[in-house]
């Protein structure tokens, strides 16, 4: 359970705000993920960084910025956000993005 | 690219039922398929899996088959519990370009 950790855990932040999420992983695993889970919706992919090079951003507004300075930490910069982008923001872990990824507990955002 | 349909996207079953959820996937060049839990305000967690050298893999009550011919795999639980009651992903891996790619989701409710 404490082998991929996000904090914060719950996040409140008004459309001017810049807040920051962080995950680190203890695995040891090379790839780390973004995803973004709305109400009663599939996991979205937002980015995918691998040896900490990102290898895939699927299509997110700018609003999010990524940030992977090493293979056990990343990060979500979050800025000038819209209520829309209220959901569970999970991060996850895995030796090969080919195969089982570890999730982190998630940052229940809410933008006001 | 790699696409994975989940359903159905509901299921209510009574306690002590089986419960079956069916994935499709269309590149035939995948070959790990595991299927995630996710309760209510927890993170999605591996319960089973699959690669594709096996037909069918069995723990306890939940079991996965796998038809690569037809290109679509299953989980079955047998006897279902309350504590049954979640949200479960499959997905599927695609050896090309690996990327590990999600269902939509099934919300598993079983009623006592």
């Known amino acids: 359970e404490t082998g991929v950790t996000q904090t914060p855990r719950h996040l409140v932040m008004g459309m001017t705000n810049k807040k920051s999420l962080k995950c680190e992983q203890h695995?040891?695993?090379?790839?780390m993920y973004w995803y973004k889970q709305s109400a009663k919706k599939p996991l979205e992919l937002m980015f995918v960084y691998n040896f900490k090079e990102q290898t895939e951003n699927n299509s997110v507004p700018s609003r999010f910025s990524p940030e992977c300075p090493n293979s056990s930490h990343l990060f979500l910069h979050l800025h000038t956000l819209q209520p829309e982008d209220s959901a569970l923001y999970l991060c996850?872990?895995?030796?090969?993005?080919?195969?089982?990824?570890?999730f982190g507990p998630g940052t229940r955002l809410t933008v006001t | 690219g790699e696409n994975v349909e989940q359903h159905p996207s509901t299921l209510s079953v009574q306690e002590g039922d089986s419960a079956v959820i069916k994935c499709t996937y269309s590149d035939s060049a995948s070959n790990y398929f595991p299927w995630y839990k996710q309760e209510l305000g927890k993170r999605p967690q591996l319960i089973i899996d699959?690669?594709?050298?096996?037909g069918e893999k069995k723990d306890q009550r939940i079991a996965v088959t796998l038809n690569k011919t037809a290109k679509h795999f299953s989980l079955h639980i047998t006897e279902t519990q309350p504590e049954d009651s979640a949200v479960y992903f499959c997905?599927?891996?695609?050896?090309?370009?690996?990327?590990?790619?999600f269902g939509q989701g099934t919300e598993l409710s079983v009623k006592p």
């Open positions: 997905a599927a891996s695609i050896e090309q370009g690996g990327k590990l790619i």
């Open positions: 996850a872990s895995s030796q090969d993005v080919r195969y089982e990824q570890y």
């Open positions: 699959i690669r594709s050298n096996v």
């Open positions: 695995l040891g695993h090379n790839a």
